[in-house]
């Protein structure tokens, strides 16, 4: 079964000019699969991963995840949706700084006033799994951006959600940084089974997808598939964006 | 981590942010709890003469109560409105409505009962300080710490409402009708503020037609013009911040010469924004600060009131004696040894008043009889009272209209004696008050010795004044004579007299008390207008960063940077004050016109005195941000 379908999915901001920042998006996701979404700057992808993020309305079309449309839920059962089904990673990170690290990464399972031994259970988990466990009574200030990202991951999934959503994980990262995150979702993707859902435009965090999904001006372009070799998949992703004439980052190759 | 203790934390780690919020809220419930402890201490109470004061005090704990509901609503909307970006993450992560609501409103009961506590505790400790200086201030003996029961649970409970009613309203303030709004909140640009041309010429218009109505105000039309011109000026500087200001610094915009030259293009670009965006923020602190500055000057004026005194009455005891009873043989005899029993240099003089029978006159009102005093008496008493008399010889039937108090009555008017249909034309007022009005109850006439030896009288009254060099020392003198230092003229009465010491004396702690009151209430709009400007900073905080963060990118030396910021905070710091100023001003000329002497001074260093603490404000703020802000940018 598929873990999201985005069915004839389209979106228009209205304003001056309405604009149409999505046309006929058409896919779906499986479970356990770990999917990248790129394209040129403002062909779409925020806007996607927003309407599947549940944070914005589409214009017309469809989406299921795990079978149930977000979009049709009031508002007190799209909270509990988000909090049960989704996970979400920025590239801001958006952890609060007034929390520590472990306070932060139980959140969601503190506003569903889950029992203290538990949360305590899947921290200790979680945490060990990404390598954070050394960090977790410090503050967000005074940890690095690799490990604010490994946080805001783990908060992700400490409450096993149906699917993961990143937008541009490693793009406040450096190169060090950003490959550790990237197979941290590997193995998170791996072992504990998450379907993930990623937008980025860094064909290096690309390459470590199952599978690429271009879209360009709005419209689906193309989907590309891994296959067994990554350095092959990471030179595919490179043709793939020098052929959409969006920027593309030769320099990522250094990295691999 | 339980939702109490995420509350709780999410509270008490981040103070910075919370800190205005909760340190205004606990001086609020410092100075209400400090006023009740006045208001019921015993020994006030027992004192009947100062009911007045206690109703004073009353009037102003509902003031502060008031004020307080307004001002914590207001700072619990603009610090909630710099929270967008967290409740965006925290909605993300599926916290439902409820569960947001419930998280505002612990937080701030969590606050308010924090302020309650620490208001209260500090005036613990501060109380006996407050009562010594209260109870100096209101002119009454030290008095003890007294801890008053009805006053702490008279605080507790009135704040404790308050701050459940607040935290019931901040539930609605939260309004979220798109999560990405929340999301994006502070990230996205900021569209270009518009302005209407037309608002912006009324807003002139307003403001300059008040300040000329305020300016020429006199004591007949100042009650009817007070009104309108306060609502004219707070409608007017509304506009003028959301409208005309904008649309200035749109003019500076479009010369390039001034506009493209170094630092200006960054500055002036963001000030148009900021005035845009603060202007309600503006409008408040110029508001709150007029309300401030205006409530302190006018008390403060008051300070003119003894000098007011030494020219109403210009003998510090004066006795005027109806009849020739032997009572007021007695009494002048009793004053005299009451000065005599205090060591008190005086002189005295007497001099006769006449009272001289009138035909008609040119007055709506002609009287039977006007009293008159000859020129030479009439120099005599005010070499007396110590004033540099240089007023021109009377001759002949020239008289001058004998002046009884501040203000003077209508000049030009012709009196026509019955003894022989002389004609007396009074054009000018004395300079000087020749016999307190209080006294005497009715106008008179300076006349001319020539003239004064020639008239005869219905009657003749005898003045007695008595001088001395220290007003204050006179207070009390013939307690039994006079009541609150002043027995008024009156028909029947052999007597009529004035005791300027107590008169003074009254008056002052009648004044003292108020001020106390003001000055307390001053403090409170003052400091209440510099956390609106903290809570403001800090909202902005992070929009900020990323500003200058990016004009940092560009190339910024870490001096054109601290000159940037210094004089963008001292715009937000001093345009609200400045006008604030200007308000007042006019407002006090339009208050000068009340008072008989210049209020000047005093309206000088009050002004003066705030605004020194607002530039201790600012370094302190500007101290502080500065470091807030380079924390990231290095
Ligand atoms: N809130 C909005 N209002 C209007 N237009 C928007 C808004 N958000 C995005 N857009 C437009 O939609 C298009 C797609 O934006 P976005 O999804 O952010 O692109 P990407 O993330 O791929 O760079 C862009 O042309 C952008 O200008
Ligand atoms: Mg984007």
Redesign the interface.
């Known amino acids: 079964m598929s873990i999201l379908e985005v069915r004839h999915l389209e979106k228009i901001y209205e304003g001056k000019v309405a604009h149409k920042a999505l046309d006929n998006i058409n896919f779906s996701i499986e479970k356990g699969e770990f999917v990248g979404i790129m394209g040129p700057s403002g062909s779409g992808k925020t806007t996607l991963l927003?309407l599947i993020?549940?944070?914005?309305?589409p214009t017309a079309g469809e989406i299921f995840i795990n079978g149930k449309n977000p979009h049709v839920l009031n508002?007190?059962e799209t909270?509990?949706?988000?909090?049960?089904e989704?996970g979400?990673v920025f590239q801001h990170f958006?952890l609060?700084d007034?929390?520590t690290v472990?306070?932060n990464i139980?959140?969601?399972l503190?506003?569903?006033?889950e029992s203290?031994k538990e949360?305590d259970k899947k921290l200790q988990y979680v945490t060990k799994k990404l390598g954070i466990d050394s960090i977790l009574k410090k503050?967000t200030y005074e940890i690095s951006g690799g490990q604010m990202q490994r946080t805001a991951i783990a908060?992700s999934i400490i409450h096993s959600p149906s699917l993961i959503l990143a937008d541009e994980p490693t793009g406040n990262l450096d190169s060090k940084a950003s490959k550790d995150v990237m197979e941290t979702f590997t193995a998170i993707n791996k072992e504990e089974k998450a379907t993930a859902l990623m937008v980025t435009h860094d064909p290096f965090a690309a390459s470590y997808c199952h599978r690429v999904i271009f879209i360009k001006d709005g419209k689906l372009y193309n989907e590309i598939y891994r296959g067994e070799n990554r350095q092959a998949f990471f030179q595919k992703i490179m043709d793939m964006l020098a052929l959409l004439g969006g920027e593309s980052r030769d320099l990522s190759a250094v990295r691999l | 981590m339980t939702f109490p203790q995420f509350v709780y934390r999410n509270v008490v780690r981040n103070k910075r942010t919370y800190a205005a919020y909760f340190l205004s809220s606990a001086f609020s419930v410092l100075i209400f709890f400090v006023y009740a402890l006045f208001i019921f201490h015993p020994d006030i109470k027992q004192g009947v003469t100062k009911t007045a004061a206690i109703q004073l005090m009353t009037a102003a704990e509902v003031i502060m109560y008031v004020f307080s509901f307004l001002f914590v609503l207001y700072s619990v909307s603009t610090f909630l409105k710099s929270r967008k970006r967290e409740f965006g993450i925290l909605m993300m992560h599926g916290m439902t409505r409820n569960q947001l609501n419930l998280m505002v409103f612990l937080e701030n009961m969590l606050i308010g009962i924090g302020a309650i506590v620490v208001g209260i505790g500090l005036g613990l400790i501060t109380g006996k300080l407050f009562l010594m200086i209260g109870a100096k201030m209101i002119g009454i003996g030290p008095l003890r710490f007294y801890f008053s029961e009805k006053a702490l649970l008279l605080t507790t409970f009135a704040f404790i409402i308050l701050f459940f009613c607040i935290s019931l309203f901040t539930t609605a303030l939260v309004r979220v009708n798109k999560l990405i709004d929340l999301f994006q909140a502070g990230e996205k640009p900021k569209t270009e503020p518009k302005v209407s041309p037309f608002l912006s010429l009324l807003s002139a218009v307003l403001l300059i037609a008040s300040y000329y109505l305020a300016a020429t105000a006199t004591l007949q039309t100042l009650i009817i013009r007070m009104l309108p011109v306060i609502a004219m000026t707070i409608v007017g500087t509304y506009f003028f911040y959301t409208q005309l200001s904008v649309f200035i610094t749109k003019l500076l915009q479009k010369n390039r010469g001034l506009f493209w030259r170094k630092t200006n293009m960054i500055t002036i670009s963001s000030l148009r924004y900021r005035l845009k965006d603060n202007a309600r923020m503006f409008f408040m602190v110029t508001i709150v600060s007029t309300v401030a500055f205006c409530a302190v000057g006018t008390l403060a004026s008051m300070n003119v009131m003894n000098r007011q005194v030494k020219q109403d009455f210009p003998a510090e005891i004066s006795y005027l004696a109806n009849d020739d009873q032997p009572v007021n043989q007695q009494n002048l005899v009793q004053i005299e040894t009451e000065l005599k029993e205090r060591k008190l240099e005086y002189t005295s003089h007497q001099i006769p008043i006449k009272y001289i029978a009138v035909a008609s006159s040119t007055d709506r009102f002609t009287p039977k009889e006007i009293p008159v005093v000859s020129f030479s008496d009439y120099e005599k008493i005010m070499t007396s009272a110590g004033n540099a008399f240089k007023e021109k010889r009377l001759a002949g039937k020239e008289v001058l209209g004998m002046r009884t108090g501040s203000f003077s009555n209508p000049e030009g008017v012709t009196y026509t004696l019955k003894q022989d249909h002389i004609k007396l034309r009074q054009n000018k007022m004395s300079k000087n008050t020749v016999l307190p009005m209080q006294l005497i109850f009715s106008e008179g006439l300076v006349i001319s010795d020539e003239l004064f030896e020639k008239v005869t009288p219905e009657n003749t009254k005898i003045y007695t004044g008595f001088y001395t060099s220290d007003l204050k020392k006179t207070s009390g003198i013939g307690e039994n004579l006079v009541e609150h230092g002043m027995k008024f003229y009156s028909d029947k009465g052999p007597y009529s007299m004035s005791v300027s010491g107590t008169i003074y004396e009254n008056q002052m702690s009648m004044y003292k008390m108020m001020l106390f009151v003001a000055l307390l209430i001053g403090a409170v709009f003052f400091i209440a207008a510099g956390s609106f400007l903290y809570f403001r900073l800090y909202a902005d905080l992070d929009y900020d960063r990323r500003h200058y963060l990016t004009i940092t990118k560009v190339g910024l030396t870490n001096q054109e940077l601290n000159k940037i910021v210094t004089r963008q905070l001292s715009l937000l710091f001093f345009v609200p004050i400045l006008v604030a100023f200007l308000h007042s001003v006019f407002a006090f000329m339009a208050l000068q016109s009340l008072f008989s002497l210049s209020i000047a001074k005093e309206i000088v260093i009050v002004l003066a005195s705030f605004l020194i603490a607002q530039f201790i404000y600012f370094f302190l703020i500007r101290f502080r941000y500065l470091r807030n802000l380079k924390k990231t940018l290095v």
């Open positions: 927003n993020a549940t944070i914005d309305r508002r007190k909270a509990l949706f988000r909090r049960h989704l979400f958006n609060l007034t929390l472990e306070e139980v959140l969601p503190t506003l569903d006033g203290v949360m503050r908060r």
